[in-house]
């Protein structure tokens, strides 16, 4: 007997985010069961690579998309939940060729999940007492030789804040504009969210991965 999709309901993770271009950010919301597993992760511009002038000053945030990826079960059958945004904002400042500080901001309700935007997110994550997710990084590192990078910050929300490491990959896209790759784990109950289940027969694990892709100017 053929199990139709059903709706369930879904973590939307806080998709945090990285500096000189950082994401971050989510809760959880529901979506729509389906069989595939969403659109595959994020990639750097395929464009060919720029030199920068300079990494010096200060850099502001033109574009880009977080989300998250969340392994749900239901009904025996695993499946990858992926939500996203390109509602994010950041600023980062550069010193001596490296990345010296960055913070960037997510709203916790702008999540789109199989093409829907899901409000429900702002009530399992308190949204409407702590409306955006914000990931905050220093001493970052250099950008000039375009290696990937560690970069560990402070990622808040839901009113809960802890550290989180995210491996970053830089690329000059243009002599002041530069665009950055990262991508993270967390375990979401750290920050107080339980993530849902039905019975035995619908669940999401508790580990789930954030990613960016960012452009940037200076």
Do not use: C
């Not at 053929?2 to 500096?19: A, S």
């Not at 950010?25 to 992760?41: E, I, K, Q, R, Y």
């Not at 990078?149 to 809960?160: D, H, Y």
């Amino acid at each position: 007997m053929n199990v139709k999709p059903r709706k369930g309901r879904i973590g939307l993770i806080i998709t945090g985010i990285v500096v000189g271009a950082i994401a971050l950010a989510g809760g959880w919301t529901a979506v729509s069961f389906a069989s595939d597993n969403g659109p595959a992760p994020f990639s750097l511009p395929d464009t060919p690579a720029a030199t920068l002038s300079s990494v010096d000053g200060q850099w502001q945030t033109t574009g880009g998309e977080v989300g998250y990826r969340a392994k749900e079960e239901a009904f025996g059958v695993s499946h990858e939940v992926v939500g996203r945004t390109d509602q994010v904002t950041g600023t980062a400042t550069a010193e001596g060729g490296a990345l010296t500080k960055a913070t960037v901001t997510v709203p916790l309700t702008a999540f789109i999940v199989n093409g829907k935007p899901h409000p429900a997110t702002s009530t399992v994550v308190d949204a409407e007492r702590v409306p955006n997710a914000t990931f905050t990084a220093e001493g970052i590192g250099s950008l000039e030789d375009s290696k990937p990078l560690e970069v560990t910050g402070t990622l808040a929300f839901n009113g809960q804040s802890h550290p989180v490491t995210w491996t970053v990959t830089p690329k000059a896209t243009a002599a002041d504009e530069l665009a950055l790759l990262g991508t993270t784990s967390i375990d979401v109950t750290q920050w107080g969210v339980t993530p849902p289940s039905e019975g035995g027969m619908f669940s999401i694990e508790k580990q789930v991965t954030l990613e960016f892709v960012t452009s940037w100017k200076r």
